[in-house]
């Protein structure tokens, strides 16, 4: 059963909304993904937004461009947490996305990543459902480890190669 719901406004937003599904499968979190735009079609999103809790959604993922109302209308309506995506746009560089996720009133939070931060949702989705599933909370440690691996080689291999080496290796 689906414990996240991953929206997006527009099927413009699934490049970017599609990093936090490809993360939520590497963490193996079931989750739904479903295009509902809050401005066009507000009566499949109210339908969406009401019955999400008892589906056994438990977290939403909600990403939009522009006047970006999606995140802050889950916020309003289901009563578990909802992160919001801010999407890049070519008017105003997703700042207008930002600014629209980000400043919820009193009392409706929207927890929002960057600006296309649609993985890092993700990840704060999982440390979310991790509250109360340690074999989640494993993998996320292992991630991280991970991570870290990654920056050590990089660092050793600089070291080992010098910046001239380094900088031909990446192609630039
Ligand atoms: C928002 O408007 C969507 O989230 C999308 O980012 C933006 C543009 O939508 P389209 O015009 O591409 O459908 O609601």
Do not use: W
Request: proline share 5%; charged share 20%.
């Amino acid at each position: 059963m689906a414990k996240v719901g991953i929206l997006m406004g527009s099927d413009s937003d699934l490049p970017i909304m599609s990093k936090a599904a490809k993360m939520l499968e590497d963490f193996g979190i079931d989750y739904e993904m479903r295009v509902i735009s809050a401005h066009r079609e507000p009566d499949v999103f109210v339908d969406y937004a009401k019955n999400a809790e008892d589906k056994g959604i438990e977290v939403i993922i909600a990403g939009a461009g522009g006047a970006a109302h999606l995140p802050g209308m889950c916020a309003a309506m289901f009563p578990l947490p909802v992160i919001g995506v801010p999407i890049h746009t070519k008017s105003l560089g997703g700042v207008d996305s930002l600014y629209s996720i980000v400043q919820m009133p009193s009392g409706i939070p929207v927890a929002t990543v960057a600006i296309d931060g649609a993985a890092n949702a993700a990840i704060l989705a999982a440390e979310m459902l991790s509250i109360s599933n340690p074999s989640l909370r494993t993998k996320l440690a292992e991630y991280k480890a991970s991570l870290k691996n990654q920056v050590v080689a990089k660092d050793a291999n600089l070291s080992d190669i010098g910046y001239e080496a380094y900088l031909s290796q990446m192609g630039k």
